[in-house]
């Protein structure tokens, strides 16, 4: 099974920190969303629980009118990627982490060729959407496009 | 094909493929799956390489991966492992450590003077005259070694990867297999390794003509390629055994870093030759090397054999020759035994001689028959192969390196695992398991309770499938007068030079190892290590236990450097104007992980490039990208106790809109970062980091608010945000042109911070002058940076504006005598030595590293200064870490140095005693070749000390918001 990468836009990303971030889970339909999950809201869009005073939106709903005291929105513009085919097979190559470990829903954090990467674990046999600090964009494409084209454990596989 | 045979049931051949390949000059043939050795023994060539000392010709030993005297040489590799390696379409090899030729080697001579080269000669020998030890090394070098290294080698580099399962099975024959398929069964993941392109083991070429083995062999085989929870890993050896059971697996891919919860070691048993007069001739082989031979690669070890056997397999061996066509001349058992095999070996009408001794093989080239005693009688017997089935050493590599110990079993006559550390199981041959359900019904114990501890469900009880009779021969060593019974094959050792080093007093194990080298060759004492200790501990009189054996280290097998090494994963960082670097030549350098530009190339010489820069900034405007620095986000309740806590000076008295320098120190005082921050609101902070620092400090933060139980937040932007800075004295007026905020001294003072839009785009802006210079800072999305960049560049060609790099900016801040922490600093500067003492706030009731600095503060014995050379001649000028000299002391070293544009002089920054800070001191300075040169130490800052230029017609002195 090969494996194939595909840059993502990462428009409408926004990062929330604060407290009482309850009501932007209910705004979403989310709110039982548990801790370092994530949930699909339509085409591309998302919403991952970081922590109790910790969300990752990317949803086209502008949330910065919308907080309360306390709370801060900030937009970011990680480097996007998605994967599809044998990504575990690639990442085994990069990243340490057990995969078996997780399941779909999953947001995770991870260490990928030296670089902090977060990752929404999918649903078998879909796309995995991966995304890192912009500045490393370049570097992780680049590292992860030429692991797909000459990696000899890729070829076999 | 001289020596091949017909189909066999399990050959690992396919026949449609037939394979030219050359050896020695010569073209042979082979099937596609053929191995080199097993190829050449096919077309009758029996001599396959030459012995490492005395250059003895040598054939196939064990066909298992350790024929040291069956390597190898292509154009690219060296050392080729014969009995393992496949033969391809235009391969061409030849034999390593021959002078001449295989054929016909000039080191035979060796041979002929070995009397004079006793085991251990070379340690006595070429030490003295001294003078003549330059020809004896360039001698030793020439003779000594395998394969030619080729030194033009390219790089080259084999992915790793990343495996985890509950359960790893380390070899995959009967016990493996079995040890798998039951670990799976428990519903755990199992990965099952081994070194052959194909599972089985020894049940496929040991019991390949056993009838009552082939519903084993479905069931195992078949059972493991349908069960989804067992991944099998083939053609892959465990070079390594680390902790927490994490195993290093060698592929022909690359390295395969496999975390397992519990391993089973199920590595079966290495088979050991006799010694005895001319036991290396080619066609003397150990008989499981003849049963692999015909079972995978349909070969005839020969054309007529005789089996030198201690134990039932031998027997087995010389059915398994008779039913390929091979003639038995006989079977010498060195004791008497009784087994099925014995039974069908007897019925088949073998002779078999029982309690023999003083076995001999002769031949010239290759063996041509054999001399025994057989009851007290002599005889000689003709045949072309002498199969050697004397006994068993574990492979147990993966116990050692696991903690494990090995003890010997006298009932066995070999070592046997008797310590395992926890989650470690063994079973098999290796475990001293010989029968064929036995050893599957061990594995299947081993498999579930391996299974068991990786569920942390209690273990269950093993039952003790040991062999009640030895397999091995206690000592299968039968000295001659006239030696040449060798023990150690990779490094020439016979009988008589372990005997000469024990006799020398090295008679510890370790000690005969490093003495005599046994077991230091390629094979790492794969078929000598127990032959040696069963001959020390005779000589001693000890049991083999009280005599030890030597620790089998990793790597299993040679593995190769670009293996270990792995890809190369070396993250760069590229900040969102990246591409106008490109398109503008920018001249790229390293800092940390970031690419940034050091000057941008015109045609001029570098430092034409980095001088027109710094007069652009100095007469008109320059931009410079910074969105390096690193950029962090404090907020929340406690952010301005927070940030009190974190820098030397007071933060939280800084007004809302106004910027302030931040000095950042350890525990120990020590100076380990600054920038500047701003204060958006009364809980949001905003500070900036040097380029390098920003995770060392927002880790270090984030520890701290743990610790300090505060109610703040942390984030770091660093890569989400661009930045840069527009220096120079018409940066104003470039700035005026893209917003619409009052820029004027009074609506936006020096050092305040304003939130506009420049071109629509959303920006801070920072009025601060690192460069000394009219300035803005300028922050935003990094998504808007190079929009905000270009646009700027466009407002500012009316005034000429350049972009400047890293070089520029060093310069034109030290003409401002402005500090680089960790340049201008090292691991141990603390603010008052940096002549910043107007940074630490000591009134302030804490902060980081407040303790240290208050006791700091009167101890100072060093300090920054400013100099100017005396001279301006370039080969008078010295580098950054060059030392100041005193009364031939050290006394100091350069920090900074570098041509003024503005000054005409050579300036700098020197840490110096304090003694010599004095304006107007000499310091002297040795260059790189020893040279000195003088210096004046003088005020800072060099250029503009008034600081008028970066704060024009401004009249308010103070911090404004």
Same mark, same amino acid.
Request: with cysteine.
């Given at each position: 099974m ?11 990303l926004?990062?929330l ?6 009501e ?30 910790e ?6 709903i502008?949330?910065?009118?919308s ?16 994967l599809?085919g ?18 779909p ?6 260490s990928m ?13 879909k796309?995995?959407?991966?995304g ?5 964009g370049?570097?992780l ?8 084209d ?8 | ?6 189909p066999q049931p ?12 050359e050896?020695?000059?010569?073209v ?14 096919a ?9 490492f000392k ?22 690219d ?17 030849r ?8 054929k ?15 085991v ?9 005259p001294k003078?003549?030890f330059?020809?004896w ?18 790089e080259?580099?084999?992915p790793?990867?990343y495996?985890?399962c509950?359960?790893a ?15 799976a ?7 099952l390794?081994d ?9 496929d070429?040991?019991?390949?003509n056993?009838p ?21 890993v ?27 919860q ?10 050991q ?25 349909a ?21 398994d020759?008779?039913?390929?066509g091979?003639?038995?001349k ?8 009784l ?24 031949g ?10 057989a ?9 072309d192969g ?6 068993w050493?574990p ?19 070999q ?15 290796l ?7 036995h ?34 021969h ?6 001659h ?12 050792l016979q ?34 290590n127990?032959?040696? *200790? %069963? ?6 009189g000890? #049991?083999?236990d009280? /005599?030890? =054996?030597?620790? !089998?280290?990793? &790597?299993?097998?040679?593995?190769p ?14 900040t969102?104007i ?28 570098r ?9 652009a ?6 931009l ?8 962090l ?6 952010a ?18 106004a ?18 921050? *701003? %204060?958006?609101s009364?809980e949001?902070?905003?500070? #900036?980091?040097?380029t /390098?620092? =920003?995770?060392? !400090?927002?880790? &270090?933060?984030?520890k ?9 937040t ?24 893209l917003?619409?905020l ?14 506009a839009?420049?071109?629509g ?9 690192f460069v ?5 800072e300028?922050?935003?999305?990094a ?12 407002a ?34 603390n ?7 107007w ?23 060093r ?6 050379l ?6 008078h ?8 000299i ?7 070293r350069?920090?900074s140095?570098?041509?003024s ?6 300036i ?8 010599l800070?004095a ?13 000195m040169?003088?210096?004046k130490?003088v005020?800072?800052p060099?250029?503009d ?8 017609q401004e ?7």
């Amino acid at each position: 099974m090969s494996v194939s990468l595909r840059v993502k836009n990462s428009a409408n990303l926004q990062h929330l920190r604060g407290p009482n971030l309850s009501e932007v889970l209910t705004r979403f339909e989310s709110s039982d969303l548990a801790l370092f999950r994530y949930r699909n809201l339509a085409e591309d869009q998302f919403i991952a629980k970081l922590g109790r005073e910790e969300l990752l939106i990317r949803s086209e709903i502008d949330l910065s009118d919308s907080l309360e005291s306390g709370q801060y929105a900030f937009q970011r513009g990680d480097a996007m990627f998605e994967l599809s085919g044998n990504w575990k097979g690639l990442l085994s190559e990069v990243c340490i982490f057990d995969f078996r470990q997780s399941r779909p829903g999953d947001f995770l954090m991870v260490s990928m060729a030296g670089v902090s990467v977060w990752m929404l674990v999918p649903e078998v046999d879909k796309p995995l959407v991966l995304g890192c600090d912009p500045t490393y964009g370049h570097y992780l494409l680049e590292t992860l496009q030429r692991q797909i084209d000459e990696s000899p454990f890729l070829k076999m596989e | 094909m001289k020596l091949r045979l017909p189909p066999q049931p399990y050959e690992w051949l396919d026949r449609k493929q037939i394979i030219e390949f050359e050896f020695e000059g010569e073209v042979y043939e082979g099937f596609k799956g053929d191995v080199i050795s097993g190829a050449l023994w096919a077309n009758g060539v029996k001599t396959l390489g030459r012995s490492f000392k005395y250059h003895r010709r040598r054939g196939l030993l064990s066909f298992a991966n350790h024929d040291i005297n069956a390597l190898f040489q292509s154009k690219d590799y060296p050392n080729i492992r014969g009995d393992v390696t496949q033969i391809e379409d235009y391969m061409n090899v030849r034999a390593v450590n021959t002078f001449g030729s295989l054929k016909h080697d000039k080191g035979t001579l060796v041979e002929w003077i070995g009397k004079f080269l006793p085991v251990g000669f070379y340690y006595k020998a070429f030490y003295s005259p001294k003078f003549l030890f330059p020809k004896w090394e360039s001698l030793i070098r020439t003779m000594a070694g395998l394969g030619k290294v080729d030194t033009a080698w390219g790089e080259e580099r084999k992915p790793k990867r990343y495996l985890h399962c509950d359960v790893a099975v380390i070899g995959a024959g009967p016990s493996g297999m079995a040890a798998a398929l039951k670990a799976a069964e428990q519903g755990v993941d199992v990965c099952l390794i081994d070194e052959n392109a194909f599972i089985g083991g020894s049940l496929d070429y040991q019991y390949a003509n056993e009838p009552e083995q082939v519903s084993n062999r479905k069931r195992l085989k078949q059972g493991i390629a349908s069960h989804p929870n067992i991944q099998v890993v083939s053609s892959a050896y465990v070079a390594g055994y680390y902790g927490d059971h994490w195993l290093a697996i060698n592929t022909p891919q690359g390295l395969i870093k496999l975390s397992a919860q519990s391993v089973v070691v199920a590595t079966g048993v290495f088979e050991q030759p006799a010694v005895f007069r001319n036991n290396d001739l080619p066609g003397v082989m150990n008989a499981s090397a003849a049963q692999r031979l015909i079972s995978r690669y349909a070969v005839k070890p020969c054309n007529t054999a005789v089996v030198l056997t201690a134990n039932a397999e031998g027997y087995r061996a010389a059915l398994d020759m008779q039913q390929s066509g091979i003639e038995v001349k006989a079977i010498l058992d060195t004791g008497e035994r009784l087994c099925r095999w014995v039974q069908e070996a007897e019925s088949s009408g073998i002779i078999i001689y029982k309690n023999v001794e003083m076995v001999e093989a002769i031949g010239k080239q290759a063996l041509e028959g054999i001399v025994f005693k057989a009851n007290g009688e002599q005889k000689t017997l003709e045949c072309d192969g002498l199969l050697m089935s004397v006994g068993w050493a574990p492979a147990g590599a993966p116990i050692y390196q696991a903690g494990g110990r090995f003890s010997y079993d006298s009932t066995l006559e070999q070592l046997l695992p008797s310590l395992l550390p926890d989650g470690v199981f063994a079973c098999g041959r290796l475990n001293g398991v010989f029968d064929i359900e036995h050893r599957i019904q061990d594995g299947e114990q081993a498999g579930l309770n391996a299974a068991l501890y990786a569920k942390r469900e209690p273990l269950v009880d093993c039952l003790d499938f040991r062999a009640a009779q030895a397999h091995s021969h206690p000592f299968p060593i039968w000295e001659h007068e006239k030696g040449k019974n060798f023990v150690d094959f990779d490094e020439d050792l016979q009988l008589k030079d372990l005997k000469g080093a024990i006799a020398q007093g090295f008679d510890n194990i370790e000690l005969m190892k490093r003495f005599s080298t046994i077991g230091m060759g390629p094979s790492q004492g794969k078929h000598s290590n127990m032959n040696g *200790i %069963r001959i020390l501990a005779k000589a001693r009189g000890q #049991s083999i236990d009280a /005599t030890g =054996s030597t620790t !089998a280290r990793p &790597m299993f097998h040679p593995t190769p450097v670009s293996h270990l090494a792995g890809m190369r994963f070396r993250p760069e960082r590229l900040t969102p104007i990246h591409t106008f670097h490109q398109q503008a030549q920018a001249k790229f350098m390293e800092a940390g992980a970031w690419l940034r530009p050091e000057y941008y190339r015109t045609g001029l010489p570098r430092k034409m490039c980095i001088e027109a820069e710094v007069k652009a900034v100095r007469n008109s405007a320059g931009l410079i990208d910074v969105s390096t620095l690193g950029k962090l986000e404090v907020f929340g309740q406690d952010a301005a106790e927070l940030m009190d806590r974190l820098y030397t000076m007071r933060m939280s008295n800084m007004k809302i809109g106004a910027s302030r320098y931040a000095l950042m120190v350890d525990d120990a005082g020590v100076v380990i970062d600054d920038g500047v921050a *701003i %204060r958006y609101s009364e809980e949001h902070f905003y500070v #900036s980091t040097t380029t /390098t620092s =920003s995770d060392s !400090a927002y880790r &270090m933060i984030q520890k701290k608010l743990i610790e300090w139980k505060l109610s703040a937040t942390v984030l770091n932007r660093t890569g989400q945000l661009a930045a840069m800075n527009l220096a120079g004295p018409n940066s104003r007026k470039v700035l005026a042109k893209l917003t619409d905020l009052d820029l004027s001294n009074e609506g936006f003072p020096y050092l305040a911070m304003r939130q506009a839009k420049l071109s629509g785009y959303p920006v801070t802006l920072i009025r601060v002058g690192f460069v000394g210079e009219l300035g803005y800072e300028i922050h935003t999305d990094a998504s808007n940076g190079l929009a905000i960049w270009k646009t700027i560049m466009k407002a500012g060609e009316e005034f000429s504006i350049r972009p400047f790099g890293v070089e520029a900016q060093r310069l034109l801040r030290l003409e401002k005598g402005h500090i680089i922490v960790g340049q201008d600093t090292d691991g141990l500067t603390n603010p008052f030595e940096a002549d910043m003492g107007w940074a630490v706030h000591l009134q302030k009731p804490y902060f980081l590293g407040k303790p240290s600095l208050s006791k700091l503060k009167v101890m100072q014995s060093r300090t920054l200064v400013g100099f100017e050379l005396l001279s301006n001649q370039a080969e008078h000028v010295p580098l950054e870490s060059n030392l100041v000299i005193e009364d031939g002391e050290m006394a100091g070293r350069i920090t900074s140095i570098g041509f003024s544009p503005a000054l005409d002089k050579h300036i700098g920054l020197a840490m110096v005693d304090v003694a010599l800070k004095a304006i107007g001191s000499t310091l002297h300075m040795r260059l790189s070749n020893g040279r000195m040169v003088q210096a004046k130490v003088v005020e800072t800052p060099f250029y503009d000390p008034q600081g008028l230029l970066q704060k024009p017609q401004e009249t308010l002195q103070e911090e404004v918001a």
